[in-house]
Nanobody, 115 residues
Framework: QVQLVQSGGGSVQAGGSLRLSCAVS????????MAWYRQAPGKERELVAW???????GVSDSVKGRFTISRDFAKNTVSLQMNSLEPEDTAVYLC?????????WGHGTQVTVSS
């Protein structure tokens, strides 16, 4: 059974930085796609950053230049470095992983940015 375990997050003042990590265990097939999403109260889930193959990376316009996704293909982990955080970044952040015929989510981590 594939499981995703998240770590990191917390509370920070505007302008600060946080790092999120997500480790995948139990995957018996290649992980094709890993991503970070976020969901703020009353809002739809938003795709924040993603990476498939090395060099194939994307980030949403709302975090471009501030957030960086990095994936360790050997360790099956993905991280999200978040710099210059803004109150609008406050949300529950979830990692996801997709392989052949499966897709799983992490449990979610709260990130709170105060002004």
């Amino acid at each position: 059974q594939v499981q995703l375990v998240q770590s990191g997050g917390g509370s920070v003042q505007a302008g600060g930085s946080l790092r999120l990590s997500c480790a995948v265990s139990g995957a018996t097939t290649r992980i094709d796609f890993m991503a970070w999403y976020r969901q703020a109260p009353g809002k739809e889930r938003e795709l924040v950053a993603w990476q498939s193959e090395p060099g194939e990376i994307g980030v949403s316009d709302s975090v471009k230049g501030r957030f960086t996704i990095s994936r360790d293909f050997a360790k099956n982990t993905v991280s999200l470095q978040m710099n210059s955080l803004e109150p609008e970044d406050t949300a529950v952040y979830l990692c996801s992983a997709t392989g052949v015929l499966w897709s799983e989510w992490g449990h979610g981590t709260q990130v709170t940015v105060s002004s």
